[in-house]
T-cell receptor, first 113, second 114 residues
Framework: NAGVTQTPKFRVLKTGQSMTLLCAQD?????MYWYRQDPGMGLRLIHY???????AKGEVPDGYNVSRLKKQNFLLGLESAAPSQTSVYFC????????????FGSGTRLTVV | AQSVAQPEDQVNVAEGNPLTVKCTYS??????LFWYVQYPNRGLQFLLK??????LVKGSYGFEAEFNKSQTSFHLKKPSALVSDSALYFC????????????FGTGTRLTVIP
């Protein structure tokens, strides 16, 4: 999707391994979000950021950490991956205006074995 | 707290027939409502949104949605379904607190039968 790039697109991890997912935007939007998508559960918010240097927990933050050192990048880290973290991860952005829409990345499919 | 519900996991419709994908919401205050579509192995694509104004919202690909405050619903509609409309559809409501994130329904898989 234009404006939001997620890397990697696919990854297989062994239980206990760590990794970082990168979300990069070129739209200069303030808000950035990490969601996970699981079958029958829709998308659930993991962590979010309302601006450079700020992060906050969402609905399902356990087992994840995030950082936003630069406005255009939002990193999602898994310190010790578990099979329950097998999911598709989406990054989304929106500006501060309340009526604007959201732009999503194309997703990262993570499998933890 | 804001939430949305999509009561149907699966909707099947014949090509050329009208389609409806249902969504109800629960919010305190005025809702900001969205519809997104997801094609296989793809991200979410924006279809339409309701913020204020006309209760009938027109969006991408010929879709429209009707905001009904008394029934707290925001159903997605299209007059004539195409096979290419087959996808996963999500209704969402915006959190009006500081996070400004979207709360999603569980999704409805639409299958258009040729």
């Amino acid at each position: 999707n234009a404006g939001v790039t997620q890397t990697p697109k696919f990854r297989v991890l062994k239980t206990g391994q760590s990794m970082t997912l990168l979300c990069a935007q070129d739209m200069n939007h303030e808000y950035m979000y990490w969601y996970r998508q699981d079958p029958g559960m829709g998308l659930r918010l993991i962590h979010y950021s309302v601006g450079e240097g700020t992060t906050a927990k969402g609905e399902v933050p356990d087992g994840y950490n995030v950082s936003r050192l630069k406005k255009q990048n939002f990193l999602l880290g898994l310190e010790s991956a578990a099979p329950s973290q097998t999911s598709v991860y989406f990054c989304a952005i929106t500006p501060w205006q309340g009526s604007y829409g959201y732009t999503f990345g194309s997703g990262t499919r993570l499998t933890v074995v | 707290a804001q939430s949305v519900a999509q009561p149907e996991d699966q909707v099947n419709v014949a090509e050329g027939n009208p389609l409806t994908v249902k969504c109800t919401y629960s919010v305190s205050g005025n809702p900001y409502l969205f519809w997104y579509v997801q094609y296989p192995n793809r991200g979410l694509q924006f279809l339409l949104k309701y913020i204020t104004g006309d209760n009938l919202v027109k969006g991408s690909y010929g879709f429209e949605a009707e905001f009904n405050k008394s029934q707290t619903s925001f159903h997605l509609k299209k007059p004539s379904a195409l096979v290419s409309d087959s996808a996963l559809y999500f209704c969402a409501v915006r959190d009006l607190t500081g996070a400004n994130n979207l709360f999603f329904g569980t999704g409805t898989r639409l299958t258009v039968i040729p």
